[in-house]
Antibody
Framework: QVQLVESGGGLVKPGGSLRLSCAASGFTFSDYYMNWVRQAPGKGLEWLAYISSSSSYTNYADSVKGRVTISRDNAKHSLYLQMHSLRAEDTAVYYC?????????????WGQGTMVTVSS | DIQMTQSPSSLSASIGDRVTITCQASQDISNYLNWYQQKPGKAPKLLIYGATNLETGVPSRFSGSGSGTDFTFTINSLQPEDIATYYCQEYDNLRTFGPGTKVHI
C-alpha cells in the first residue's frame, strides 16, 4: 500500500524537544524529495522544511530555522523532524509530504498527520 | 522571501456555479505554482501543479492558469464534494502556501 504514516506527536512542555517520524511504504522512498508541513488548529498550511532524495540538500522556513532539523534514513524508508525549544505556537498537526517526480515542489502524497501540542 | 496572497478568503456558491480563486505572488515565480484542496480533518490533496497541469485522477472541472505573479484557479460546475478550502503554493523559492480560500454553499 502506497502511504506515508507520521508518528511521534504528543504533549510537550514549552522549551521541550520532540522527534517526529514519517514511515513510507509502497514506493521507492529514496527516489523522492520529502517535506514537512504543519497546520495550527483552525489555521492554514505552513511549509517547514524539505530534504532532497539523498539528503544532500535541505531548506527551512524562517519560522523554524535553527530549531528544527529534517533528516531521512533511506534504508529505513523514514523521514524525521527533530524539533527543539518548542513554543505554544508550534502546536499543530504535522504532515510529511512527498514531492511529485518531475517537479521540485508539488506535494502529491501526504500522511494523515500527527498532532503536537505544546503546553505546560 | 516570497509572499502569497489569495482572494477571496471565502466564497459562497451554488452547485453548478463556476468558481474562480486568484493567487498572487510577491515576485515573479514563473509557473512554479500549485493548487491544493483540503477538506476538514483531512490532509491536503494536490489538484494542479506547474500552474496549469492537472494531477492524475483529478476531475477535469478543475483548472489553473497564469504565470509570473498572477494565477487563477477555476472550478467549472461546482459539485457538492468540492466544498473545501483551497490553497495555492509557490515552489520557486521556498514552498510558501497562500492563506487559503474556503468554498461553501
Amino acid at each position: 500500500q502506497v502511504q506515508l504514516v507520521e508518528s511521534g506527536g504528543g504533549l510537550v512542555k514549552p522549551g521541550g524537544s520532540l522527534r517526529l517520524s514519517c514511515a513510507a511504504s509502497g514506493f521507492t522512498f529514496s527516489d523522492y524529495y520529502m517535506n514537512w508541513v504543519r497546520q495550527a488548529p483552525g489555521k492554514g498550511l505552513e511549509w517547514l522544511a524539505y530534504i532532497s532524495s539523498s539528503s544532500s540538500y535541505t531548506n527551512y522556513a524562517d519560522s523554524v530555522k535553527g530549531r528544527v532539523t529534517i533528516s531521512r534514513d533511506n534504508a529505513k524508508h523514514s523521514l524525521y523532524l527533530q524539533m527543539h525549544s518548542l513554543r505554544a505556537e508550534d502546536t499543530a498537526v504535522y504532515y510529511c509530504a512527498r514531492v511529485l517526480v518531475g517537479t521540485l515542489g508539488a506535494f502529491d502524497m501526504w500522511g494523515q498527520g500527527t498532532m503536537v501540542t505544546v503546553s505546560s | 522571501d516570497i509572499q502569497m496572497t489569495q482572494s477571496p478568503s471565502s466564497l459562497s456558491a451554488s452547485i453548478g456555479d463556476r468558481v474562480t480563486i486568484t493567487c498572487q505572488a510577491s515576485q515573479d515565480i514563473s509557473n512554479y505554482l500549485n493548487w491544493y484542496q483540503q477538506k476538514p480533518g483531512k490532509a491536503p490533496k494536490l489538484l494542479i501543479y506547474g500552474a496549469t497541469n492537472l494531477e492524475t485522477g483529478v476531475p477535469s472541472r478543475f483548472s489553473g492558469s497564469g504565470s509570473g505573479t498572477d494565477f487563477t484557479f477555476t472550478i467549472n460546475s461546482l459539485q457538492p464534494e468540492d466544498i473545501a478550502t483551497y490553497y495555492c503554493q509557490e515552489y520557486d523559492n521556498l514552498r510558501t502556501f497562500g492563506p487559503g480560500t474556503k468554498v461553501h454553499i
